[in-house]
């Protein structure tokens, strides 16, 4: 099979993965708020664990220290500038159907497709093998994180319906960083860790002034615990992730 197909076909996979919140329409009402609170929980935990455990470190393998967390802060004030943005523009009038912070989420999740496209791209280039090997860890590691997405967009004012398009579409962008990377690899590897500390200062940006703030807003002592210790279990899938397919 030519490469190109088998990069295109792979990609194709993991960007249906962004269709795991289908199944939360097997749930109720009452059953699915409960879900919801998980998946937020869970989403704070996956972002920071996705920021500090993996694309950072990514990062900070191919640049200066002080670019890497350079770009960061660049990420963080860009997504502040950004949010922003979005209220003036949609919330003129103080009221907002939909929170600003589901817009920059599916920001943040572009570039990282964006990213999983050149992975896939560059591991099929290298060889059929490494392509597969590239392929198969990226979707373990897209699942928790597809689904923490995908309650970041019900959560924040979408319909389930809606959540689910947005997911896919954005994880399309795989496409536009394989083909970008198939095309122009070399070009792309000297802007690449810039990327990914940017999208890495995104996800900090979200987790920490928009879903622990909401989180924050729980009282009872018992369903903080579930917060904290569903948090945690975020952060550890993306650490198991990263340890097993380093």
């Known amino acids: 099979m030519h490469p190109l197909a088998s990069i295109l076909i792979s990609v194709f996979i993991v960007s249906a993965v962004s269709l795991i919140?289908?199944?939360?329409?097997?749930?109720?009402?009452?059953?699915?708020?409960?879900?919801?609170?998980?998946?937020?929980?869970?989403?704070t935990g996956s972002l920071l664990g996705a920021a500090f455990l993996d694309l950072l470190p990514e990062a900070l393998d191919k640049i200066e220290p002080s670019k890497a967390f350079g770009s960061v802060v660049f990420g963080i004030m860009l997504f502040f500038l950004m949010e922003k943005f979005l209220y003036w523009y949609h919330c003129h009038k103080g009221e907002c159907d939909v929170h600003q912070f589901t817009?920059?989420?599916?920001?943040?999740?572009?570039?990282?497709?964006?990213?999983?496209?050149?992975?896939?791209?560059?591991?099929?280039?290298?060889?059929?093998?490494?392509?597969?090997?590239?392929?198969?860890?990226?979707?373990?590691?897209e699942i928790p994180q597809e689904l923490g997405d995908f309650g970041i967009l019900v959560y924040g004012g979408f319909s389930k319906g809606k959540a689910l398009m947005y997911n896919f579409v954005t994880a399309l962008t795989a496409f536009l960083g394989a083909i970008a990377a198939y095309f122009f690899l070399n070009k792309l590897e000297g802007f690449t860790p810039f990327m990914i500390s940017v999208a890495a200062g995104g996800f900090i940006y979200i987790a920490c002034t928009d879903l622990i703030p909401e989180l924050n807003k729980e009282r009872i002592a018992s369903r903080s615990i579930q917060q904290f210790i569903l948090i945690l279990l975020g952060i550890g899938v993306i650490l198991a992730g990263k340890i097993i397919f380093r």
């Open 21 to 43: 919140g289908i199944v939360t329409f097997l749930f109720k009402a009452k059953p699915l708020d409960k879900v919801f609170f998980v998946l937020v929980s869970f989403a």
């Open 103 to 141: 817009y920059l989420n599916l920001v943040g999740d572009g570039v990282h497709n964006f990213l999983d496209g050149v992975i896939i791209a560059a591991a099929f280039l290298t060889s059929t093998s490494a392509g597969l090997i590239a392929t198969i860890a990226i979707i373990l590691h």
